[in-house]
Protein backbone atom coordinates (compact mmCIF):
# COMPACT_ATOMS: atom_id res chain seq x y z
CA UNK A 1 0.00 0.00 0.00
CA UNK A 2 1.49 3.23 -0.86
CA UNK A 3 1.95 5.63 1.82
CA UNK A 4 3.74 8.82 0.53
CA UNK A 5 3.18 9.72 -3.04
CA UNK A 6 5.89 12.38 -4.75
CA UNK A 7 4.32 13.98 -7.96
CA UNK A 8 5.66 16.11 -10.49
CA UNK A 9 7.61 17.55 -7.82
CA UNK A 10 9.46 20.58 -8.59
CA UNK A 11 11.54 22.67 -6.37
CA UNK A 12 13.92 26.54 -7.59
CA UNK A 13 15.71 28.56 -5.78
CA UNK A 14 15.95 32.69 -6.47
CA UNK A 15 19.41 33.05 -7.96
CA UNK A 16 20.39 35.22 -10.68
CA UNK A 17 20.18 36.01 -14.18
CA UNK A 18 17.84 32.79 -13.70
CA UNK A 19 16.60 30.64 -10.68
CA UNK A 20 18.28 27.60 -9.60
CA UNK A 21 16.45 24.47 -10.56
CA UNK A 22 17.04 21.96 -7.67
CA UNK A 23 14.70 19.45 -8.68
CA UNK A 24 12.31 18.88 -11.26
CA UNK A 25 9.87 16.19 -12.97
CA UNK A 26 10.70 14.27 -9.77
CA UNK A 27 7.60 11.19 -9.06
CA UNK A 28 7.83 8.73 -6.58
CA UNK A 29 5.77 6.19 -4.98
CA UNK A 30 6.88 4.60 -1.19
CA UNK A 31 4.55 1.75 0.14
CA UNK A 32 4.53 1.25 3.59
CA UNK A 33 6.84 -0.59 5.51
CA UNK A 34 9.60 0.18 2.40
CA UNK A 35 12.91 1.27 3.06
CA UNK A 36 14.01 3.54 0.44
CA UNK A 37 17.33 4.19 -0.36
CA UNK A 38 17.76 8.02 -1.91
CA UNK A 39 21.49 7.95 -4.26
CA UNK A 40 22.75 11.00 -5.86
CA UNK A 41 25.76 12.72 -6.34
CA UNK A 42 26.06 15.90 -3.72
CA UNK A 43 24.94 18.78 -3.86
CA UNK A 44 21.51 16.62 -6.47
CA UNK A 45 19.00 17.97 -3.85
CA UNK A 46 18.77 14.92 -1.96
CA UNK A 47 18.19 16.50 1.67
CA UNK A 48 15.91 19.41 -0.46
CA UNK A 49 13.42 16.73 -1.41
CA UNK A 50 13.34 15.18 2.14
CA UNK A 51 13.03 18.20 4.06
CA UNK A 52 10.26 19.12 1.95
CA UNK A 53 8.62 15.75 2.60
CA UNK A 54 9.62 16.53 6.25
CA UNK A 55 7.60 19.86 5.83
CA UNK A 56 10.55 22.11 6.49
CA UNK A 57 10.89 23.26 3.00
CA UNK A 58 7.68 23.71 0.35
CA UNK A 59 7.70 22.63 -3.39
CA UNK A 60 7.41 25.44 -6.20
CA UNK A 61 5.28 23.13 -7.66
CA UNK A 62 3.87 20.05 -7.42
CA UNK A 63 3.05 17.99 -4.47
CA UNK A 64 3.70 15.25 -2.16
CA UNK A 65 1.09 13.25 -0.51
CA UNK A 66 1.24 11.40 2.82
CA UNK A 67 -2.20 8.60 2.75
CA UNK A 68 -3.56 10.29 0.35
CA UNK A 69 -3.37 13.88 2.06
CA UNK A 70 -1.16 16.73 1.07
CA UNK A 71 1.91 18.07 2.87
CA UNK A 72 1.31 21.55 4.34
CA UNK A 73 4.26 21.23 7.22
CA UNK A 74 5.94 19.49 10.04
CA UNK A 75 4.01 16.91 11.15
CA UNK A 76 4.18 13.86 14.19
CA UNK A 77 3.49 11.40 11.09
CA UNK A 78 6.95 12.43 10.40
CA UNK A 79 10.21 11.52 12.06
CA UNK A 80 13.16 13.20 10.95
CA UNK A 81 17.15 11.72 11.91
CA UNK A 82 19.61 14.74 11.40
CA UNK A 83 22.83 14.09 9.82
CA UNK A 84 24.14 16.58 12.54
CA UNK A 85 22.18 14.68 15.00
CA UNK A 86 20.35 17.90 16.61
CA UNK A 87 19.99 17.24 19.69
CA UNK A 88 19.06 19.46 22.16
CA UNK A 89 22.54 19.47 24.42
CA UNK A 90 20.60 21.09 27.42
CA UNK A 91 18.43 17.92 27.68
CA UNK A 92 19.31 14.32 29.06
CA UNK A 93 19.17 11.58 26.68
CA UNK A 94 16.14 11.33 28.39
CA UNK A 95 14.44 14.41 27.83
CA UNK A 96 15.86 14.51 24.35
CA UNK A 97 13.40 11.44 23.47
CA UNK A 98 10.40 12.89 25.30
CA UNK A 99 10.26 16.37 23.78
CA UNK A 100 7.80 15.40 20.75
CA UNK A 101 5.68 13.89 24.13
CA UNK A 102 6.25 17.04 25.73
CA UNK A 103 4.75 18.67 23.10
CA UNK A 104 2.22 16.91 22.17
CA UNK A 105 1.08 17.44 25.93
CA UNK A 106 1.23 13.74 26.82
CA UNK A 107 1.29 12.97 30.60
CA UNK A 108 4.76 12.39 32.44
CA UNK A 109 3.96 9.17 33.57
CA UNK A 110 2.93 7.93 30.21
CA UNK A 111 5.76 9.80 28.57
CA UNK A 112 8.37 8.19 31.02
CA UNK A 113 7.06 4.57 30.02
CA UNK A 114 7.57 5.15 26.18
CA UNK A 115 10.83 6.74 26.52
CA UNK A 116 11.83 4.11 28.12
CA UNK A 117 11.02 1.69 25.67
CA UNK A 118 12.71 3.60 22.70
CA UNK A 119 15.77 3.85 25.02
CA UNK A 120 16.00 -0.12 25.48
CA UNK A 121 15.28 -0.28 21.80
CA UNK A 122 18.07 1.66 20.55
CA UNK A 123 20.24 0.43 23.19
CA UNK A 124 21.08 3.34 25.55
CA UNK A 125 19.62 1.87 28.28
CA UNK A 126 21.77 3.00 31.85
CA UNK A 127 22.33 6.46 29.92
CA UNK A 128 18.96 7.91 29.92
CA UNK A 129 20.16 10.87 32.56
CA UNK A 130 23.44 11.57 30.05
CA UNK A 131 23.87 14.76 28.52
CA UNK A 132 24.41 14.24 24.59
CA UNK A 133 27.74 16.05 25.07
CA UNK A 134 29.20 12.67 27.08
CA UNK A 135 28.06 10.42 24.40
CA UNK A 136 29.68 8.93 21.13
CA UNK A 137 28.84 10.05 17.84
CA UNK A 138 27.05 6.58 17.37
CA UNK A 139 25.45 7.10 20.49
CA UNK A 140 24.01 10.10 19.51
CA UNK A 141 22.45 9.61 16.84
CA UNK A 142 20.76 6.45 18.57
CA UNK A 143 19.46 9.18 20.89
CA UNK A 144 18.37 10.52 17.47
CA UNK A 145 16.44 8.02 15.88
CA UNK A 146 15.19 7.03 19.91
CA UNK A 147 13.73 11.25 19.85
CA UNK A 148 11.92 10.34 16.47
CA UNK A 149 10.48 7.56 17.17
CA UNK A 150 9.18 8.16 20.11
CA UNK A 151 6.51 10.17 18.45
CA UNK A 152 5.42 7.12 16.42
CA UNK A 153 5.49 8.50 13.08
CA UNK A 154 4.29 6.46 10.13
CA UNK A 155 7.52 7.40 8.14
CA UNK A 156 11.13 8.29 9.35
CA UNK A 157 12.90 10.40 7.34
CA UNK A 158 16.91 9.93 7.70
CA UNK A 159 19.54 12.57 6.15
CA UNK A 160 22.51 10.96 5.84
CA UNK A 161 22.08 9.81 9.36
CA UNK A 162 25.86 8.03 9.76
CA UNK A 163 27.41 10.45 7.46
CA UNK A 164 29.32 12.15 10.76
CA UNK A 165 30.12 8.75 11.89
CA UNK A 166 33.69 6.46 11.23
CA UNK A 167 33.68 3.38 9.42
CA UNK A 168 33.04 0.93 12.17
CA UNK A 169 30.39 2.42 14.12
CA UNK A 170 28.61 3.16 10.65
CA UNK A 171 28.73 -0.33 10.03
CA UNK A 172 27.20 -0.84 13.30
CA UNK A 173 24.78 1.69 12.76
CA UNK A 174 23.42 0.43 9.44
CA UNK A 175 22.91 -3.00 11.32
CA UNK A 176 21.41 -1.71 14.37
CA UNK A 177 19.05 0.57 12.06
CA UNK A 178 18.09 -2.77 10.39
CA UNK A 179 17.27 -4.41 14.00
CA UNK A 180 15.28 -1.40 14.87
CA UNK A 181 13.36 -1.34 11.75
CA UNK A 182 12.30 -4.60 11.94
CA UNK A 183 11.22 -4.48 14.95
CA UNK A 184 8.97 -1.06 14.77
CA UNK A 185 8.32 -1.86 11.12
CA UNK A 186 8.32 2.15 10.08
CA UNK A 187 8.43 3.04 6.55
CA UNK A 188 11.80 4.82 6.14
CA UNK A 189 13.38 7.36 3.64
CA UNK A 190 16.98 7.39 3.84
CA UNK A 191 19.45 9.59 2.18
CA UNK A 192 23.11 8.70 1.64
CA UNK A 193 25.45 9.24 -1.44
CA UNK A 194 27.33 6.01 -0.16
CA UNK A 195 26.26 3.35 -3.20
CA UNK A 196 27.80 0.62 -0.02
CA UNK A 197 25.39 1.82 2.40
CA UNK A 198 22.32 2.08 -0.15
CA UNK A 199 22.50 -1.58 -1.14
CA UNK A 200 23.52 -2.54 2.56
CA UNK A 201 20.20 -1.38 3.80
CA UNK A 202 17.62 -0.69 0.81
CA UNK A 203 14.11 -2.90 -0.65
CA UNK A 204 14.87 -0.23 -3.06
CA UNK A 205 17.20 2.49 -4.13
CA UNK A 206 16.54 5.73 -5.81
CA UNK A 207 19.34 7.02 -7.85
CA UNK A 208 19.22 10.88 -8.62
CA UNK A 209 20.65 13.03 -11.36
CA UNK A 210 22.73 16.13 -10.53
CA UNK A 211 20.96 19.22 -10.57
CA UNK A 212 18.17 19.57 -12.22
CA UNK A 213 17.62 16.54 -9.96
CA UNK A 214 15.45 13.86 -11.36
CA UNK A 215 15.31 10.19 -10.71
CA UNK A 216 17.41 8.49 -12.94
CA UNK A 217 17.19 4.97 -11.81
CA UNK A 218 15.79 2.81 -9.53
CA UNK A 219 17.04 -0.66 -8.05
CA UNK A 220 14.93 -2.87 -6.12
CA UNK A 221 16.49 -5.27 -3.85
CA UNK A 222 15.03 -8.51 -2.72
CA UNK A 223 18.12 -10.01 -1.13
CA UNK A 224 17.38 -11.46 2.34
CA UNK A 225 19.51 -9.44 5.11
CA UNK A 226 21.54 -9.20 6.77
CA UNK A 227 22.96 -8.77 3.49
CA UNK A 228 26.82 -10.35 2.74
CA UNK A 229 28.86 -6.94 1.38
CA UNK A 230 31.77 -9.97 0.47
CA UNK A 231 28.84 -11.52 -1.90
CA UNK A 232 29.59 -11.30 -5.71
CA UNK A 233 26.13 -10.04 -5.97
CA UNK A 234 26.42 -7.28 -4.07
CA UNK A 235 29.66 -6.53 -5.32
CA UNK A 236 28.10 -6.20 -9.17
CA UNK A 237 25.42 -4.26 -7.55
CA UNK A 238 27.60 -1.75 -6.04
CA UNK A 239 29.28 -1.79 -9.05
CA UNK A 240 26.77 -0.78 -11.21
CA UNK A 241 24.95 1.86 -9.18
CA UNK A 242 28.54 2.89 -8.78
CA UNK A 243 29.17 3.44 -12.52
CA UNK A 244 25.82 5.36 -13.61
CA UNK A 245 26.92 7.94 -10.65
CA UNK A 246 30.03 8.30 -11.91
CA UNK A 247 28.14 9.15 -14.84
CA UNK A 248 26.11 11.59 -13.54
CA UNK A 249 29.19 13.61 -11.79
CA UNK A 250 31.36 13.25 -15.11
CA UNK A 251 27.73 14.86 -16.91
CA UNK A 252 28.04 18.03 -14.78
CA UNK A 253 29.72 21.00 -17.18
CA UNK A 254 33.00 22.03 -15.69
CA UNK A 255 32.94 25.72 -13.80
CA UNK A 256 34.75 28.25 -15.05
CA UNK B 1 45.18 -6.56 40.78
CA UNK B 2 46.02 -6.11 44.21
CA UNK B 3 48.78 -3.44 43.42
CA UNK B 4 45.64 -1.82 41.27
CA UNK B 5 43.71 -1.30 43.76
CA UNK B 6 46.52 -0.12 46.37
CA UNK B 7 47.06 2.75 44.02
CA UNK B 8 43.52 3.82 44.19
CA UNK B 9 43.80 7.42 46.23
CA UNK B 10 46.18 8.59 43.96
CA UNK B 11 44.92 7.11 40.63
CA UNK B 12 42.97 10.73 40.50
CA UNK B 13 46.22 12.69 40.34
CA UNK B 14 48.08 10.07 38.36
CA UNK B 15 45.11 10.81 36.00
CA UNK B 16 45.25 14.18 35.58
CA UNK B 17 47.62 15.28 32.19
CA UNK B 18 51.24 15.50 33.06
CA UNK B 19 52.67 18.44 34.36
CA UNK B 20 49.42 20.07 35.21
CA UNK B 21 50.04 19.88 39.32
CA UNK B 22 53.81 21.12 38.53
CA UNK B 23 51.71 24.14 36.28
CA UNK B 24 49.33 25.17 38.98
CA UNK B 25 52.06 25.47 41.51
CA UNK B 26 54.39 27.34 39.72
CA UNK B 27 51.10 29.57 38.68
CA UNK B 28 50.16 30.13 42.17
CA UNK B 29 54.11 30.82 43.02
CA UNK B 30 54.25 33.66 40.40
CA UNK B 31 51.39 35.07 41.43
CA UNK B 32 52.66 35.46 45.09
CA UNK B 33 55.54 36.59 43.89
CA UNK B 34 53.58 39.38 41.65
CA UNK B 35 51.40 40.28 44.83
CA UNK B 36 54.38 40.69 46.90
CA UNK B 37 56.76 42.53 44.60
CA UNK B 38 53.23 45.22 44.22
CA UNK B 39 53.41 45.75 48.03
CA UNK B 40 56.64 45.96 48.22
CA UNK B 41 57.20 48.61 45.16
CA UNK B 42 54.07 50.65 46.70
CA UNK B 43 55.59 50.23 50.18
CA UNK B 44 59.33 51.75 49.29
CA UNK B 45 57.65 54.61 47.25
CA UNK B 46 55.07 55.59 50.27
CA UNK B 47 58.14 55.84 52.56
CA UNK B 48 60.56 57.30 49.99
CA UNK B 49 58.24 60.21 48.74
CA UNK B 50 56.04 60.34 52.31
CA UNK B 51 53.17 62.02 50.71
CA UNK B 52 49.88 62.54 52.57
CA UNK B 53 47.90 60.95 49.99
CA UNK B 54 49.71 57.97 49.45
CA UNK B 55 50.12 56.13 52.90
CA UNK B 56 52.57 53.15 52.99
CA UNK B 57 50.46 49.03 53.00
CA UNK B 58 50.37 49.01 56.65
CA UNK B 59 48.64 52.22 57.54
CA UNK B 60 46.07 51.30 55.13
CA UNK B 61 45.50 47.87 56.18
CA UNK B 62 44.85 49.56 59.72
CA UNK B 63 42.56 52.10 58.25
CA UNK B 64 41.08 49.14 56.13
CA UNK B 65 40.31 47.56 60.23
CA UNK B 66 38.55 50.68 61.68
CA UNK B 67 36.86 51.15 58.75
CA UNK B 68 34.88 47.74 59.41
CA UNK B 69 35.31 48.46 63.35
CA UNK B 70 34.63 51.95 63.58
CA UNK B 71 31.30 53.70 63.05
CA UNK B 72 31.85 57.25 61.36
CA UNK B 73 30.60 59.62 63.87
CA UNK B 74 28.82 61.97 60.67
CA UNK B 75 27.47 59.06 58.55
CA UNK B 76 26.32 56.85 61.43
CA UNK B 77 27.45 53.28 60.08
CA UNK B 78 30.50 51.43 59.16
CA UNK B 79 32.02 49.60 56.13
CA UNK B 80 29.15 47.20 56.46
CA UNK B 81 26.80 49.92 56.42
CA UNK B 82 28.15 51.50 53.32
CA UNK B 83 28.32 47.93 51.55
CA UNK B 84 25.57 47.30 52.15
CA UNK B 85 23.85 50.32 50.41
CA UNK B 86 26.23 49.96 47.29
CA UNK B 87 25.10 46.54 47.06
CA UNK B 88 21.76 47.43 47.18
CA UNK B 89 21.92 50.08 44.76
CA UNK B 90 23.92 47.43 42.74
CA UNK B 91 21.29 44.70 42.45
CA UNK B 92 18.19 47.10 41.78
CA UNK B 93 19.97 48.69 38.91
CA UNK B 94 21.18 45.06 37.90
CA UNK B 95 17.65 43.49 38.00
CA UNK B 96 15.52 46.04 36.06
CA UNK B 97 18.65 45.58 33.93
CA UNK B 98 17.91 42.17 33.55
CA UNK B 99 14.02 42.36 33.61
CA UNK B 100 14.27 44.88 30.41
CA UNK B 101 17.21 43.05 28.62
CA UNK B 102 16.29 39.64 28.71
CA UNK B 103 12.85 39.77 27.11
CA UNK B 104 14.20 43.05 24.80
CA UNK B 105 17.00 40.75 23.67
CA UNK B 106 14.88 37.86 23.22
CA UNK B 107 12.03 39.85 20.84
CA UNK B 108 15.37 41.19 18.84
CA UNK B 109 16.48 38.08 18.31
CA UNK B 110 13.36 36.29 17.26
CA UNK B 111 11.75 38.92 15.38
CA UNK B 112 13.20 40.74 12.35
CA UNK B 113 10.82 43.37 12.37
CA UNK B 114 11.75 44.15 16.24
CA UNK B 115 15.42 43.89 15.31
CA UNK B 116 15.18 46.70 12.98
CA UNK B 117 12.78 48.89 15.30
CA UNK B 118 14.71 49.06 18.24
CA UNK B 119 18.54 48.64 16.66
CA UNK B 120 18.80 51.86 15.69
CA UNK B 121 17.96 53.10 19.17
CA UNK B 122 19.53 50.73 20.97
CA UNK B 123 22.71 52.15 18.95
CA UNK B 124 22.52 55.11 19.12
CA UNK B 125 22.47 55.11 23.24
CA UNK B 126 25.06 51.81 23.46
CA UNK B 127 28.19 53.54 22.68
CA UNK B 128 28.03 56.63 25.54
CA UNK B 129 29.63 55.77 28.64
CA UNK B 130 27.05 55.21 31.28
CA UNK B 131 29.02 57.54 33.44
CA UNK B 132 28.29 60.38 31.08
CA UNK B 133 24.49 59.68 32.39
CA UNK B 134 25.59 61.14 35.62
CA UNK B 135 24.81 64.33 36.16
CA UNK B 136 21.23 64.24 34.20
CA UNK B 137 20.53 61.35 36.11
CA UNK B 138 20.82 62.89 39.50
CA UNK B 139 18.76 65.65 38.45
CA UNK B 140 15.98 63.92 37.41
CA UNK B 141 16.17 60.88 39.34
CA UNK B 142 17.50 62.24 42.62
CA UNK B 143 20.48 60.84 44.49
CA UNK B 144 18.82 57.10 45.61
CA UNK B 145 17.66 56.29 41.87
CA UNK B 146 20.16 58.67 40.07
CA UNK B 147 23.15 55.91 40.52
CA UNK B 148 20.52 53.22 40.37
CA UNK B 149 19.71 54.47 36.88
CA UNK B 150 23.44 54.51 35.71
CA UNK B 151 23.80 51.13 37.10
CA UNK B 152 21.31 50.14 35.03
CA UNK B 153 22.72 51.48 31.50
CA UNK B 154 25.90 49.93 32.76
CA UNK B 155 24.79 46.33 32.90
CA UNK B 156 21.80 46.62 30.36
CA UNK B 157 23.69 46.86 27.01
CA UNK B 158 25.87 43.96 27.52
CA UNK B 159 23.08 41.60 28.57
CA UNK B 160 21.02 42.49 25.84
CA UNK B 161 24.09 42.30 23.62
CA UNK B 162 24.80 38.75 24.63
CA UNK B 163 21.18 37.47 24.36
CA UNK B 164 20.60 38.82 20.95
CA UNK B 165 23.71 36.99 20.11
CA UNK B 166 22.19 33.80 21.93
CA UNK B 167 19.12 33.85 20.03
CA UNK B 168 20.54 35.01 16.65
CA UNK B 169 23.23 32.11 16.70
CA UNK B 170 20.54 29.06 17.88
CA UNK B 171 21.78 26.37 15.73
CA UNK B 172 19.01 25.69 12.65
CA UNK B 173 18.95 21.79 12.70
CA UNK B 174 17.61 22.50 16.62
CA UNK B 175 14.78 24.21 15.02
CA UNK B 176 13.45 22.05 12.53
CA UNK B 177 14.18 19.04 14.92
CA UNK B 178 11.73 20.58 16.73
CA UNK B 179 9.69 21.57 13.86
CA UNK B 180 9.70 17.94 12.60
CA UNK B 181 8.43 16.73 16.41
CA UNK B 182 5.19 18.93 15.80
CA UNK B 183 6.76 22.55 17.91
CA UNK B 184 4.74 25.17 17.19
CA UNK B 185 6.26 28.99 17.07
CA UNK B 186 5.99 29.41 20.74
CA UNK B 187 7.01 26.11 21.58
CA UNK B 188 10.09 26.53 19.47
CA UNK B 189 11.14 29.83 21.12
CA UNK B 190 10.54 28.50 24.95
CA UNK B 191 11.68 25.17 24.76
CA UNK B 192 14.54 25.89 21.73
CA UNK B 193 15.82 29.44 21.51
CA UNK B 194 15.21 30.62 25.25
CA UNK B 195 17.22 27.21 26.76
CA UNK B 196 19.92 28.19 23.88
CA UNK B 197 20.54 31.35 24.85
CA UNK B 198 20.78 30.72 28.87
CA UNK B 199 24.70 30.57 28.23
CA UNK B 200 25.12 33.61 26.04
CA UNK B 201 22.74 35.18 29.15
CA UNK B 202 25.52 34.26 31.97
CA UNK B 203 28.09 35.43 29.57
CA UNK B 204 26.25 39.02 29.62
CA UNK B 205 25.92 38.84 33.03
CA UNK B 206 29.40 38.31 34.08
CA UNK B 207 30.56 41.28 31.68
CA UNK B 208 27.52 43.32 33.00
CA UNK B 209 28.69 43.08 36.49
CA UNK B 210 32.14 44.33 35.61
CA UNK B 211 31.30 47.53 33.90
CA UNK B 212 28.11 47.65 36.14
CA UNK B 213 30.30 47.85 39.72
CA UNK B 214 32.70 50.68 37.77
CA UNK B 215 29.78 52.36 36.59
CA UNK B 216 28.30 52.91 40.48
CA UNK B 217 32.04 54.37 42.32
CA UNK B 218 31.51 57.00 39.64
CA UNK B 219 27.83 57.36 40.33
CA UNK B 220 28.48 57.53 44.14
CA UNK B 221 31.08 59.48 44.40
CA UNK B 222 28.80 62.56 42.68
CA UNK B 223 25.89 61.80 45.14
CA UNK B 224 24.54 58.97 47.06
CA UNK B 225 22.06 58.93 49.87
CA UNK B 226 22.74 56.74 53.03
CA UNK B 227 25.84 56.32 51.83
CA UNK B 228 27.93 53.89 49.90
CA UNK B 229 31.45 52.83 49.11
CA UNK B 230 32.04 55.00 46.27
CA UNK B 231 30.53 57.95 48.37
CA UNK B 232 33.05 56.69 51.34
CA UNK B 233 35.80 57.16 48.80
CA UNK B 234 35.12 60.46 48.38
CA UNK B 235 33.94 61.59 51.41
CA UNK B 236 37.36 60.43 53.83
CA UNK B 237 38.93 62.00 50.53
CA UNK B 238 37.45 65.61 51.41
CA UNK B 239 38.74 64.56 55.54
CA UNK B 240 41.87 64.29 54.04
CA UNK B 241 41.88 60.33 55.45
CA UNK B 242 43.52 59.35 52.55
CA UNK B 243 44.01 55.87 54.38
CA UNK B 244 40.42 55.62 55.01
CA UNK B 245 40.02 56.95 51.12
CA UNK B 246 42.65 53.58 49.71
CA UNK B 247 40.44 51.16 52.42
CA UNK B 248 37.22 51.96 50.36
CA UNK B 249 39.23 51.29 47.51
CA UNK B 250 40.58 48.09 48.65
CA UNK B 251 36.65 47.05 49.55
CA UNK B 252 35.69 48.09 45.80
CA UNK B 253 38.26 45.92 44.20
CA UNK B 254 37.73 43.07 46.49
CA UNK B 255 33.98 43.38 46.08
CA UNK B 256 34.50 43.28 42.05
CA UNK B 257 36.49 40.60 41.86
CA UNK B 258 33.96 38.80 44.33
CA UNK B 259 30.51 39.58 42.05
CA UNK B 260 32.77 39.05 38.84
CA UNK B 261 33.61 35.42 40.29
CA UNK B 262 30.74 34.01 41.63
CA UNK B 263 29.63 34.83 38.32
CA UNK B 264 31.83 33.08 36.52
CA UNK B 265 31.33 30.05 38.78
CA UNK B 266 27.79 30.28 38.30
CA UNK B 267 28.61 30.50 34.75
CA UNK B 268 30.58 27.24 34.64
CA UNK B 269 28.28 25.83 36.19
CA UNK B 270 25.28 26.61 34.33
CA UNK B 271 26.86 25.55 31.47
CA UNK B 272 27.70 22.01 32.25
CA UNK B 273 23.73 22.18 33.06
CA UNK B 274 22.70 23.15 29.37
CA UNK B 275 25.40 21.18 28.01
CA UNK B 276 28.07 23.57 26.84
CA UNK B 277 31.36 21.88 28.11
Known amino acids: MTILSINKLRKTFPSTPEDLVAISEFDLEINEGEFVCILGPSGCGKTTLLRMIAGLDFPTSGEIQINGKRITGPGSDRGMVFQEFALFPWRTVRRNVEFGLEIRGVPKGERKEISDRYIELVGLTGFENTHPYALSGGMKQRVGIARALANNPAILLMDEPFGALDAQTRNLMQKELLRIWSETKKTVVFITHSVDEAVFLADRIVVMTTRPSTIRNIFPISWERPRDRASVEFATLRKQILAQLEKEVQSVPAVP | MVSHMSDGPLRYFKSLPKGLLENYARQLIITVVALVSFIAVWWAVALWQNLPYLPPPDKVFWALVESFTKQDASLGTDMWGNIAASLQRFAIGFIFAFLVAVPLGLVMGFFKIADSFFKPIVEIFRPMPPIAWVPIFLLIFGIYWGPVMVIFLGVLFP ?77 TKDLGRFDLMYAGMVVIAILGICTVGASRLIERRLNQRMGVK
Open chain 2, 159 to 235: LLSSVIFGVKSVDKPLIDAAKTMGANRMQQFTKVVFPYTVPFLMTGITIGLGIGWMCIVAAEIIGAVGGGVGFYINY
